[in-house]
């Protein structure tokens, strides 16, 4: 009797451990979860699987929520020695609908309506950088 009692209490326990796995897999904070209305309108990534990948995103909020758009950044994926950059715009203004590698990451038409700009370099080293005109 005492090892049907233990084997019962094995499983149980073992249920119990794979639904609380479970529910932790699929209730992690994301970026759904911040307030900000974030929507992304433009992605850039290079095809290099085998050297560092660059991440380009644009971004709109409803807000300028610098705690939010730091947070937005860090959900963003990175790559070990690849680089992530985040521009922010203002929901309804002028937003670029392409983003590209280089010095300039989006038409120079839009640089006026940026926000701020979240980059992650190839050291990890994480950054938010507020635009001067930005309020």
């Known amino acids: 009797m005492s090892g049907n009692k233990l084997k019962y209490i094995l499983v149980a326990v073992?249920?119990?451990?794979?639904?609380?796995?479970?529910k932790d897999a699929f209730t992690q904070p994301g970026v759904q979860d911040l307030?900000?209305?974030?929507?992304?309108?433009?992605?850039?990534?290079?095809?290099?699987?085998?050297?560092?990948?660059?991440?380009?995103?644009?971004?709109?909020?409803?807000?300028s929520l610098w705690d939010q758009m730091q947070q937005y950044g860090d959900f963003m994926p990175h790559t070990k020695y690849g680089t992530t950059k985040v521009y922010f715009f203002l929901e309804g203004q002028?937003?670029?609908?392409q983003v590209f590698p280089g010095a300039q990451n989006f038409d120079a038409q839009f640089q006026p309506h940026c926000l701020a700009k979240y980059e992650k370099d190839?050291?990890?080293?994480?950054?938010?950088?507020?635009?001067?005109?930005?309020?």
């Open 14 to 22: 073992f249920a119990a451990l794979m639904v609380w796995f479970v």
């Open 35 to 63: 307030s900000g209305d974030f929507e992304e309108v433009a992605l850039y990534r290079n095809e290099n699987n085998t050297g560092p990948i660059q991440r380009i995103y644009a971004v709109t909020a409803s807000d």
């Open 94 to 97: 002028p937003t670029p609908k």
């Open 122 to 135: 190839a050291m990890g080293q994480v950054s938010l950088v507020k635009r001067p005109f930005a309020r």
